[in-house]
Structure formats: structure tokens, C-alpha cells
């Protein structure tokens, strides 16, 4: 068997970032722990043009045959994109080498998906409250080096982690599989997703998060998301983007207000992010509008 070691051949670590991002991206930088033997921690910090669709709040495994048994297993974590962070968005990938599968027979490796030397796989899951739990962990723990119970520690989320996603992909969660969001024909939860929009419309000048929109109304993020597409034909921050857009069209249109105390008043972290915003959705600047 022809070996090869991790040095040789590495997966670049913003490949999969720009397969899934494209041009929505301005500016990058990256920053790479080793979280132990085979096991790598990239963090990525992206700034998004405001003129493309923001991601959603998603997961994904990535599996790369490199030859006979030996291969490399990607995770990446994208967060809820929030366009007022001045952090930028943050991706956090693990990256589990060659090495840290020599570990195990090839037989049991080879038994599952997924396992399989002729082709690369992928596939998005969600990330529970427990898998949330252990991203954060393993980011605070992953700059200190010097403890060997932290390293033990770090060693243990990325595993935690990897195993979550291993089951995720071996027996996909169930609200992945409804395109047709058959869960809405329960009227329960029908209202909850209107509850939503209630909620949102109540509160365009400070947006909620779909996290915790998802507590205000007890339901799960991922049905949360598609029963909100599914009903209002819109994302969830499409929709809040929008009639924050309709809102601040309506104050300028008054005669009243400034563009910088409305885009003040609706929460925007800058009247040029207002701006662009306004005329991504309208079509017009906000200065037309001022009489």
C-alpha cells in the first residue's frame, strides 16, 4: 500500500469555502491549530459583499479519497450570518488526516458510509444544541497548549464532534428530508411559524435571531427555517430584510427623518450597509426618497 503522510497532500483549507460562498466573498484570513495528531482546527474569518444572499446556519461533512485506503474527512461549520457583526463571518472547519484513520482496521472503517475509496461525499446536517456545545468548546480551548488535560480535552470535542456528524450522515435528521414540509400540516405548527412572522414584524428595529426566534415560539431551527420558506416563500432574513427595507422607505418617505436616523432607528450598523441594503431590495437609493 502506497502511504501518504498528511504533509504531502493537504485539502486546501478555503476550497470548500468558495465552492459554497462564490463571489459573496471580499476579504479572507485564516488561522490553523492543531488540535492533535491527524487533527487540524482551521478558522476562517470571511467579509461578505451586501449585495449577495447571506448563508444559513448549516453543517456540512466532506469526504476526499486520496488513494487506497487513505483519505481525508472535513467538517465545516457555518454559523447564523449576521450582517451587523464586527467580527466578520466565522467559519470553523475540522480537518481529520490520513493519519488519524491509520488508527483503525481498514474492515471497519470500509463497512460504512462514509467510508468508500471511489468517490468524494458530502452532505449538510444540523448541528444540535450538544454539537454546538462542543464547536464552542474546542474554539476557546484550541489556543492553549500547554496543559495536557486541555489537550486531552480538545482531542475529545473534535471526536465528539466528528462522531455527531458520522451519525448525521449515516442516519440523516429528519428535517432534512422534508422538502415538501409535511410537518406543516399540523396546525400547531403552522402557528408557531406564524407566530414567527408576528414576532418578526414586531421587532424589524432589533432583528432576532433564528435561534432565538426559534425559542420565542418552541420550535426547532431547521423545521423553523423550511416551514418559514415553505409559508412566506422567503428565508427567514430575506423576510426581515425586506419589511425592514419596507419600514425605513416608509420613514424617509415622511420628510422627517435623516438616512443616518433612520437607518439609526432600524438598527443598521452604518448608513452605507443601510444603503446598500435599500438598494439591493428597491432598486433606488435611499437619498431619492428625501424630498
Not at 447571506?54 to 447564523?80: R, T
Not at 486541555?150 to 482531542?155: E, P, S
Not at 438598527?267 to 431590495?281: A, D, E, M, Q, R
Request: charged letters at 20%; one cysteine or more.
Amino acid at each position: 500500500m502506497n502511504t501518504i503522510t498528511d504533509t504531502k497532500l493537504q485539502i486546501p483549507k478555503s476550497g470548500f469555502i468558495h465552492n459554497l460562498l462564490g463571489k459573496a466573498i471580499i476579504s479572507e484570513s485564516f488561522e490553523t491549530f492543531e488540535i492533535s495528531k491527524g487533527i487540524d482546527l482551521h478558522c476562517t474569518q470571511v467579509v461578505l459583499s451586501p449585495s449577495e444572499n447571506e448563508p444559513e446556519e448549516m453543517a456540512y461533512l466532506s469526504f476526499y479519497p486520496v488513494d487506497a485506503n487513505e483519505y481525508y474527512l472535513q467538517l465545516s461549520f457555518l454559523p447564523e450570518f449576521d450582517a451587523q457583526s464586527p467580527e466578520g463571518y466565522n467559519i470553523t472547519q475540522l480537518i481529520f488526516n490520513p493519519s488519524f484513520f491509520r488508527q483503525w482496521p481498514v474492515q471497519l472503517l470500509s463497512g460504512n458510509q462514509p467510508f468508500r475509496f471511489d468517490r468524494t461525499s458530502e452532505q449538510a446536517f444540523s448541528l444540535n444544541a450538544i454539537g454546538k456545545d462542543l464547536l464552542e468548546k474546542i474554539l476557546k480551548a484550541a489556543e492553549v497548549k500547554t496543559h495536557f488535560i486541555n489537550a486531552l480535552r480538545k482531542q475529545e470535542y473534535a471526536i465528539g464532534l466528528l462522531s455527531l456528524a458520522l451519525e448525521g450522515f449515516l442516519v440523516p435528521d429528519e428535517a432534512n428530508k422534508l422538502p415538501a414540509c409535511n410537518f406543516l400540516n399540523n396546525s400547531t405548527e403552522r402557528d408557531k411559524v406564524l407566530e414567527t412572522q408576528r414576532i418578526i414584524l414586531q421587532n424589524l428595529e432589533n432583528p432576532l435571531t433564528i435561534k432565538a426566534l426559534s425559542r420565542e415560539v418552541g420550535m426547532n431551527e431547521c423545521y423553523l427555517k423550511k416551514g418559514f420558506k415553505a409559508m412566506f416563500g422567503k428565508t427567514i432574513h430575506e423576510f426581515q430584510q425586506l419589511e425592514r427595507i419596507k419600514r425605513s422607505k416608509a420613514l424617509l418617505s415622511e420628510g422627517i427623518y435623516s438616512i443616518n436616523e433612520v437607518a439609526f432607528m432600524m438598527g443598521y450598523g452604518s448608513p452605507s450597509h443601510f444603503s446598500t441594503s435599500f438598494k439591493k431590495i428597491t432598486g433606488m437609493k435611499p437619498c431619492e426618497l428625501i424630498r
